[in-house]
């Protein structure tokens, strides 16, 4: 759920997207006309230009939710 900009514009205009999956490769969601790509990570890394706004990571535990030993 993160939101990154990349270096260049998409051909619909738009610098902003959406990351929906992580592994060897990024999927990405444009979020000015919803296009999907898929980029190699090194790729990814490579043009990406800065982290606009974090996701909320599913596996994470809110602090409430640990326990003291």
């Known amino acids: 759920g993160d939101r990154i ?4 514009k998409h051909p619909c205009g738009g610098f902003e997207w959406e990351v929906y999956r992580i ?3 990024i999927g990405m969601k444009c979020l000015t006309c919803e296009r999907r790509m898929m980029l190699a990570r090194r790729d990814a ?25």
Do not use: C, F, Y
Request: glycine content about 10%.
């Open 23 to 25: 592994g060897a490769d």
């Open 5 to 8: 900009t990349l270096k260049k």
């Open 45 to 69: 890394e490579r043009r990406t230009v800065a982290r606009v706004e974090a996701g909320i990571d599913v596996g994470e535990e809110s602090p409430s939710a640990r326990t003291t030993e």
